[in-house]
């Protein structure tokens, strides 16, 4: 629902790309970021399937594609950063915390959480801010509109019963 709020009417490639960022980072924050961008790819390629990419595709939408794409992976890794329970990595530095260091206060989750939330806000925006300004030209929204609507999102989207 996230990606259908961003959307907007007409199309607007940045708030489609950001919705699709969004919910994959949110996924990824509660569970392991492999298996959030595993589950995010088929709404990235059903999008990117719906838009030519051949040679009859224009360069602005072969980027879009490309920032799709990219959009789910990284956004993925940034979500999983946030909490302890988004990559495994993070549970190894709890594990070594503990043994290295038995005389601090052991890393709890609300205590990553607010260590590792806002920088990974931070990330997130530069990366969709970088996107954007990489893969998202303007009259974009027009040349995608033909491709891309609300209703195909929507079902994307009820595929993973979301």
């Known amino acids: 629902m996230i990606t259908l709020t961003f959307c907007g009417e007409p199309l607007n490639p940045p708030l489609l790309l950001l919705g699709i960022c969004t919910t994959t980072a949110f996924v990824s924050?509660?569970?392991?970021?492999?298996?959030a961008a595993v589950m995010m790819m088929p709404v990235a390629t059903g999008?990117?399937?719906r838009i030519p990419t051949g040679r009859s595709a224009s360069a602005a939408q072969r980027g879009f594609c490309k920032a799709v794409v990219l959009g789910v992976i990284y956004s993925a890794?940034?979500?999983?950063?946030?909490?302890?329970?988004?990559?495994?990595?993070?549970?190894?530095l709890v594990g070594m915390w503990k043994s290295y260091f038995p005389e601090e206060e052991p890393i709890s989750f609300s205590q990553w959480f607010f260590f590792g939330f806002p920088l990974g806000l931070l990330i997130?925006?530069?990366l969709w801010g970088i996107l954007c300004g990489l893969y998202c030209s303007r009259g974009l929204g027009r040349d995608l509109s033909a491709f891309l609507d609300?209703?195909?999102l929507r079902r994307e989207l009820e595929l993973l019963d979301y």
């Open 29 to 35: 924050m509660w569970m392991h970021n492999v298996a």
């Open 47 to 49: 999008v990117v399937q």
């Open 77 to 92: 890794a940034v979500g999983g950063m946030t909490t302890l329970t988004g990559t495994g990595v993070n549970l190894i």
């Open 124 to 126: 997130f925006l530069a």
């Open 150 to 152: 609300k209703a195909h």
